[in-house]
């Protein structure tokens, strides 16, 4: 394994680590995901995608997008929880915490494309993919 996959695996296990907790906090304030239906799961999945080199790099501007003003914060306040209440019913939250914005958008992103991502292959599993043989065979 490459240290580039290597680097991919730990990368995966964290945010499906944070997923699986159901939560993370940010200063004083704890960030809880609710169920998140797939088709809209899958619309967060597709655009970390499409955004995965600018946030690795730091590059926040995609925040000041309309696609991410109209399709993407919407459901991640929708369909996440600030202290036990929805984010989209807490008037100026992020007025109140600014710095928890970004954090808050970063790690909200990733954990709901969590159920998406490659499971994390151990060392014996993946000696066991390389065993394994799969032959397609055309339908009569």
Sequence with gaps: MSNKQAEAQAGYAAIKAIYKKGFFEVGEN????????????????????????????????????????????PLLFQYML????????????????????????STAIQGFAAPFLPEVATASASKAKESQSTTLKKQM
């Design 82 to 105: 600030v202290n036990g209440f929805k984010l989209d019913t807490v008037d100026d939250h992020f007025d109140e915490f600014p710095s928890d914005y970004i954090e808050f958008v």
């Design 30 to 73: 704890k960030y809880e995901f609710s169920k998140m239906p797939f088709k809209k799961a899958k619309k967060i999945f597709a655009y970390l995608t499409a955004i995965a080199g600018e946030l690795e790099a730091g590059q926040l501007g995609f925040i000041d997008s309309h696609k991410f003003d109209n399709d993407i914060e």
